[in-house]
């Protein structure tokens, strides 16, 4: 038998025989407990424990029975695991024990594995934009859930055991990071300057960026003509960068004036 914890709960002897002695026998913690029935029955107020029991009379012994008592469900284990964006090279990322609010750049694919207290019948994940989710089963009291990150809100699990009690609203928050836009500088010659008769122009250029830079290219144009592009790195593996680069204007038509 399964009861709620805190419940009223009453052990009686369905039938008993007239006149004979009819004796509980319930174990707590290893130790057996023994109390005569009053009225063949026994009243336990205030159930926070589960145990076992039998009723014995000089004349016979029923079987050994149960009764488990479940809280109400709660999540014991969340593991979050982040796979983030592919352009931020960032790894994937998992925490455990982790206590439910989120933070991520936007586009960070979230999945939350959880588990509960007692054997749950469902779990869903709500959003606080009206969504939402249906969990998948792992277990008896195991789920997993996937989110894309795309903007904040908050969100709270509803878990029902499979007695129908229902989880406390526990509500957690979801901050989405956006991905700023990266900078650059030309630091040299940093200012109007003019072109030596060697057509070349040498640059000095700091960038960066928050999640890390893949390329760079110089867009320039002569006079009113349309934009070139320049290629300067194909390939970045940092976040930062300071590049030396020389701009070979030769092979441009160019007279002074221009």
Not at 34 to 55: A, C, G, P
Not at 135 to 149: A, H, K, W
Request: net charge negative; with cysteine; hydrophobic share 35%.
């Amino acid at each position: 038998t399964s009861f709620r914890s805190y419940r009223r709960v009453c052990a009686q002897v369905i039938d008993p025989e007239p006149e004979i002695e009819h004796k509980l026998f319930y174990k707590i913690e290893k130790k057996w407990r023994e109390e005569k029935l009053l009225n063949n029955k026994k009243i336990f107020n205030n159930l926070d424990f589960s145990f076992s029991y039998f009723i014995k009379t000089p004349y016979a012994v029923s079987d050994t029975f149960n009764i488990t008592v479940y809280e109400l469900p709660i999540i014991e284990d969340l593991q979050i695991r982040y796979k983030y964006p592919a352009y931020t090279g960032l790894k994937m990322e998992i925490k455990k024990n982790a206590g439910g609010n989120i933070k991520a750049i936007i586009g960070t694919e979230v999945s939350m594995n959880i588990t509960a207290n007692n054997p749950i019948e469902q779990a869903d994940v709500f959003l606080s934009n009206g969504d939402y989710k249906e969990m998948n089963r792992l277990g008896r009291s195991s789920f997993i859930c996937d989110l894309t990150i795309l903007e904040d809100k908050t969100y709270y699990f509803k878990l029902e055991d499979i007695l129908g009690n229902r989880s406390r609203k526990i509500t957690r928050t979801i901050t989405a990071i956006a991905d700023r836009s990266p900078e650059i500088k030309i630091i040299s010659p940093g200012k109007d300057t003019l072109l030596t008769q060697n057509m070349l122009l040498p640059l000095s250029i700091f960038a960066t960026d928050d999640y890390g830079l893949q390329e760079m290219k110089l867009h320039y144009f002569i006079n009113h003509d349309d934009e070139t592009i320049a290629p300067i790195l194909n390939t970045i593996s940092s976040n930062t960068i300071t590049h030396e680069f020389i701009l070979d204007l030769n092979k441009s038509i160019m007279i002074p004036g221009d």
